[in-house]
């Protein structure tokens, strides 16, 4: 999902150098894209180190990064707790993966541009089709070109209160406003129909039909993919893969569909679908009115991407020869992409550069240590020994917290959160992450979270003499909670919580007491 398009329409990445000069932390995954260091792709160690810096100051949670030029990656890093090996939920991301398989499916004859849509789901189209629903075709959705208005859109429910209309059937009965392909408007319900057109057509689901012809050639581990009510891929949002998966499905788009010598997808397809299909646009500065492909994006610099709310990125610049990923939790997904023009696409030379290896290690050592920001303060407070271990009853609340409980140690601490009668054990380390293990646990209600996310890493500190904040990032994820505590003179407590990419709607301060277990 684009953030700008989000509330609107409810929704919500020579030879390998020598081991020892590699500048990069390579991930434990088989097959991986062969490592080098910068310079040898004529990039400067520096000049990405500056880069990472400009990112950290400017954007307040990048997770990761992975740079690949002339097919090698040259730079990457993880923001601990996020990891090489841990996938990461994509939003509007997806919908590049289901385009590929739309492409695919043409390939085979299984589909056309051309296909109408009431034509491969009748029996879920109204009884009479209205003239612009009849000229609404695969192309129309690969577009955003449906013909549907805001207000039209505004309509569709990803969870109909009708049980008995599938999703694909609540989209064909939405009014179309317009003819398509006269009406730019981002739609990933669309997304979710072509989902539902690939399964249609091939009888198999996205992941399942993308195993051979793509994931498996690609040496991607089997991804997980949420699924409606219906069975079927979201399509627009809900696939799970690591920065280095990005990386090597945007390298096979660098290359026209080719891989390591087979062609994956029809070059015909690749051109079209990172082309300019539909003008979306007319600012010169922002990168959503460059034009838009088949689920892809134009970059207003040059080349072409697939993002995805919150600051997923799998850039790619053929004009040099480069491929940038990128996972992060932010709301300026323009900000992470600006960092990008000024910082590090005037640092792509030609020709190899002298190799400088004080500077190769300074960006070595400076990948390696990245961190996502912790909270700052002291281990301990004068109130320590009086509330840990205490019970606090919370007033009713919009994270439907009953009661929490803060036990504080020497080096890690836990926080005990009793929600809807169920205990959840949080663990939180001082001046680094404590990875646990969330089980079942939706930490703030409401906020959606990927298929069977577990991991997270917690931290927390006193960061004055009366308030503690927990930390807490789910790393297969953009979300980071903070959890602050106020310990009041009467004993009371004062708890707020707060959720990162909430777009801004605070969640209100509510007031515990202490209490007996």
């Known amino acids: 999902m684009h953030s700008s398009k989000f509330t609107s329409h409810r929704e919500r990445f020579l ?4 081991v020892s000069f590699s500048l990069v932390v390579g991930p434990a995954s088989a097959n991986p894209l062969p490592r080098s260091a910068p310079e040898a792709q004529g990039v400067s160690s520096a000049a990405i180190a500056q880069f990472v810096n400009s990112l950290e100051s400017h954007i307040d949670a990048p997770h990761s990064i992975m740079v690949v030029r002339h097919g090698h990656v040259i730079a990457e890093g993880w923001w601990a707790p996020y990891a090489a090996d841990a996938p990461h939920v994509f939003f509007s991301l997806s919908k590049s993966f289901t385009s590929t398989a739309v492409g695919l499916a043409i390939a085979e004859g299984k589909l056309s541009l051309d296909d109408r849509i009431i034509d491969l789901f009748p029996s879920e189209a109204p009884a009479s089709p209205s003239s612009n629903l009849q000229q609404m075709r695969i192309r129309s959705l690969l577009s955003m070109n449906t013909g549907h208005h805001d207000d039209d859109l505004a309509k569709f429910e990803w969870m109909p209160a009708d049980s008995d209309r599938t999703l694909v ?12 392909g006269t009406h730019f408007l981002y739609n990933t319900p669309a997304s979710y129909v072509l989902a539902a057109a690939v399964q249609k057509v091939t009888g198999e689901g996205l992941v399942d039909y993308l195993m051979p012809r793509l994931f498996t050639p690609l040496n991607i581990a089997r991804p997980h993919w949420d699924q409606s009510r219906d069975g079927v891929a979201l399509g627009g949002f809900g696939m799970r893969a690591t920065t280095e998966d990005i990386a090597k499905f945007g390298q096979l788009y660098l290359q026209q569909g080719e891989w390591q010598g087979r062609r994956l997808i029809p070059a015909d397809y690749v051109h079209a679908a990172t082309s300019k299909q539909t003008s979306n646009g007319s600012n010169p500065d922002s990168d959503w009115d460059q034009g838009y492909g088949f689920q892809f994006w134009r970059n207003k610099t040059s080349g072409f991407r ?7 990125f799998c850039i790619v610049l053929p004009e040099h020869d480069a491929v940038i990923a990128m996972t992060s939790g932010t709301l300026d997904m323009g900000g992470v992409m600006n960092q990008i023009w000024e910082h590090l696409l005037p640092t792509f030379g030609p020709l190899p550069l002298p190799e400088k290896s004080t500077a190769a290690e300074a960006l070595r050592s400076r990948l390696a240590g990245l961190q996502m920001a912790r909270p700052r303060g002291v ?28 036990q504080l140690g020497a080096d890690s601490s836990q926080l005990i959160v009793e929600q809807k009668g169920t205990r959840h054990t949080l663990s939180l380390g001082f001046n680094q992450w404590e990875d646990f293990d969330t089980g079942a646990f939706n930490l703030i209600d409401g ?3 990927p298929h069977a996310t577990q991991r997270a890493g917690g931290s927390g500190a006193w960061t004055d003499d009366s308030t503690y904040l927990a930390r807490v990032v789910l790393p297969e994820t953009p979300y980071v909670f903070d959890l602050k505590f106020v310990f009041l003179n009467d004993g009371s407590l004062e708890f707020t919580p707060r959720l990162n990419v909430n777009r801004g709607n605070a969640y209100p301060t509510v007031v515990g007491t202490p209490s007996k277990r």
């Open 15 to 18: 030879a390998i150098l020598s």
């Open 169 to 180: 059937g609540s989209f064909l009965n939405l009014p179309v406003a317009h003819k398509p």
């Open 306 to 312: 697939g993002d995805g709310l919150f600051g997923q």
């Open 379 to 406: 281990m301990f407070s004068t109130r320590t020994n009086s509330i840990t271990s205490q019970r606090f009853t919370l007033t009713p609340n919009t994270v439907e917290f009953d009661a929490v409980t803060l």
């Open 447 to 449: 906020v959606p979270m």
